[in-house]
């Protein structure tokens, strides 16, 4: 995990990371711009391969958060019964895994994913539990299984650096989410009285009452920036990832790198179709996964 050239990669791959970030930046400035003209013309309404591209992309996600948090647990319960903490790791390791995944589960199902194909698909507690059986916990037993007879105090490292790097991501989007609520260009198109087109840095303002008034679905003004672009452009470190508990991967890290970013731009590209998102909105998403990503590979030297 330390070798020469998994430590070379480790650099190529932060400076490609870099310099997507700076695409982004100069696709976001394009974007603050000319969202206006882009939008209608890629828009094409409950596109049913949009759609798909979008719930797969999330699901990728979600499903490398079950993965790692498996390889994780399994860390944990490989430690010497003796070890003073290894009932702390496991109950904490289980717990957080569980609540983590529970709310994935959720993100696969909303109405942006596998509820915009499937009508009758509802992002409620029991059909989220049966995501997580079904979709999740398998993919947590996967990766479980291939670290179960390994013990590796630098791999646990290695494995919630990414957790991490994950978790991250995801607040600072939902973060920046919380404070700059902009109408999606799908409900811009519907031509609601007092729901426009609005520029990311000129947030809406009566959100509430438009909601209230229009019967609107609150994730509707969620545009600003692109959740699913972050996550899908995460797969700069999450592909490449694999090698950590696939050795054999090691060696295929820069095409696992190059596959994680054609899927994100693939899903990139599917919530401007859908009308989810403007060039500035996942322009800005691509941008905090670029730097978290930028930041992992930093840190991976740094541990190795």
């Not at 498996?70 to 070890?83: D, E, I, R």
């Not at 539990?129 to 630098?154: E, F, H, N, Q, W």
């Not at 919530?271 to 840190?299: E, K, P």
């Amino acid at each position: 995990m330390n070798d020469e050239k998994t430590l070379k990669f480790n650099k190529t791959a932060g400076i490609i990371c870099i310099v997507m970030a700076c695409i982004f930046v100069v696709t976001f400035i394009i974007g603050t711009f000319t969202d206006h003209r882009i939008a209608p013309f890629l828009f094409h309404d409950k596109d049913l391969g949009a759609l798909i591209v979008s719930t797969v992309g999330i699901y990728i996600f979600c499903a490398f958060y079950a993965f790692f948090f498996g390889a994780l647990l399994s860390q944990a319960v490989n430690l010497p019964k003796q070890h003073k903490r290894r009932t702390l790791y496991i109950t904490l390791i289980i717990v957080l895994g569980s609540v983590t995944l529970l709310i994935c589960g959720g993100s696969v199902l909303d109405i942006n994913n596998l509820g915009g194909i499937f009508p009758q698909v509802e992002r409620n507690v029991p059909q989220m539990i049966i995501m997580l059986v079904v979709g999740l916990l398998p993919i947590s037993a996967i990766g479980y299984k291939a670290c179960k007879k390994r013990t590796d105090a630098l791999l646990a490292k290695h494995l919630i650096l990414v957790l991490s790097a994950m978790t991250i991501s995801f607040f600072l989007y939902e973060l920046v989410k919380m404070g700059l609520p902009r109408p999606r260009y799908r409900l811009v198109a519907r031509g609601h009285e007092g729901v426009g087109f609005h520029r990311w840095y000129d947030p809406i303002k009566n959100k509430a009452e438009l909601i209230a008034r229009h019967n609107i679905n609150k994730d509707d003004f969620k545009s600003f920036p692109s959740g699913h672009t972050s996550n899908s452009i995460m797969n700069l470190t999450l592909f490449p990832a694999l090698g950590l508990v696939y050795p054999k991967l090691r060696e295929k890290k820069m095409f696992l790198l190059v596959l994680g970013l054609c899927v994100g731009i693939a899903v990139l590209l599917s919530r401007m179709f859908l009308g989810a998102h403007f060039l500035s909105d996942v322009s800005c998403g691509g941008f905090i996964a670029s730097v978290v990503s930028a930041v992992y590979y930093r840190l991976y030297r740094k541990i190795s």
